[in-house]
């Protein structure tokens, strides 16, 4: 991370253009992504990316990229903003002087208050995301309690109800007023918890990483990193914070993905206990691939997009 004089607006807003190349890059891998986690009748990776292709097209890919597109980009102008002027006032109180360069201490400080304060715009963008990437699949028929039991007994087979073509949610404003109408204002925060525990050390090994593969590749302390070791550096830091946080990934997209009418999840405990009874440990590391692949483009993307705009906006 660059420093500037003073507190500036200019992180952001760079923050927000690398937000927005990064959604494009990586949403069709993220819903890719969540139909693994929280979704059903997926073998693997491969099979997920085919049922999707052959179901919905290309498009399905991108359903519910809308709303990131809107919403990621002013939350990632936020973490990028909030961080770097975290990092100036941690050093400006610890050195007296903004532009000194922080130690480990002090990026481990920044980033994990950056995690912290990312949640509070984050959980609500995730949660309608999911909702929305999860309206084809099964997982509903078993919220909604459509194949429940007729008065002799007996199931009513999946089959018989046409769920692929049953929409909850006709969009993203549409799913943020049901969400509030169905479960108030704590039901956009659902799964808040989960992602506490996924973004605090997660952005603590996307920031970390991040300034130590800058500082490897640049040719000396003095100079500035080159494109290409940026792209390098960003890729190599989202693969390892997506990878690592995988875990938390996979309870916070179960229980974003579980609606209010049938709740399957009592908590982020029971889900935890409640996913490891009946699908193993190997569950919580279900997408990990998919999230070390995604990470790569996704935060490669980003950072290279970010530390160009600054560039830019402090060449002006």
Not at 106 to 117: E, H, I, P, R
Not at 184 to 202: F, H, I, K, S, T
Not at 254 to 279: F, N, V, W
């Amino acid at each position: 991370m660059q420093n500037s004089k003073s507190f500036m607006l200019d992180d952001f807003l760079a923050g927000w253009i690398g937000g927005a190349s990064s959604v494009v890059v990586g949403h069709p891998l993220d819903t890719v992504k969540t139909r693994l986690q929280a979704g059903k009748g997926y073998k693997n990776t491969f099979h997920c990316v085919l049922t999707i292709y052959k179901k919905e097209t290309v498009m399905g890919f991108f359903k519910g990229m809308s709303f990131p597109l809107a919403s990621i980009t002013v939350y990632n102008s936020a973490v990028f903003g909030f961080f770097s002027n975290t990092q100036r006032l941690i050093s400006k109180y610890r050195y007296g002087n903004e532009r000194h360069p922080c130690g480990m201490l002090d990026l481990t400080v920044a980033s994990m208050l950056t995690g912290l304060m990312s949640v509070g715009i984050g959980a609500p963008v995730d949660l309608v995301k999911i909702r929305l990437q999860m309206q084809t699949q099964t997982v509903l028929a078993e919220n909604l309690h459509l194949a429940g039991n007729v008065s002799n007994g007996s199931e009513i087979p999946l089959r018989s109800v046409d769920i692929p073509s049953q929409r909850l949610y006709r969009g993203p404003l549409h799913c943020i007023s049901s969400i509030l109408q169905t479960e108030g204002l704590q039901g956009l925060y659902r799964g808040g918890g989960a992602m506490v525990l996924r973004d605090v050390p997660g952005y603590m090994l996307y920031f970390i990483p991040y300034t130590i593969f800058c500082d490897l590749l640049k040719p000396d302390a003095m100079s500035s990193p080159h494109p290409c070791s940026i792209w390098l550096a960003g890729g190599l830091a989202g693969s390892i914070s997506w990878v690592t946080a995988t875990p938390a990934d996979v309870v916070k997209s179960r229980m974003q993905a579980d609606p209010q009418l049938q709740r399957k999840y009592k908590g982020i405990l029971h889900c935890i206990i409640h996913s490891y009874k009946t699908e193993g440990a190997q569950v919580f590391f279900r997408g990990a691939s998919v999230n070390a692949i995604r990470g790569f483009p996704m935060s490669a993307t980003m950072f290279l997009t970010y530390e160009l705009s600054l560039q830019f906006f402090r060449s002006l």
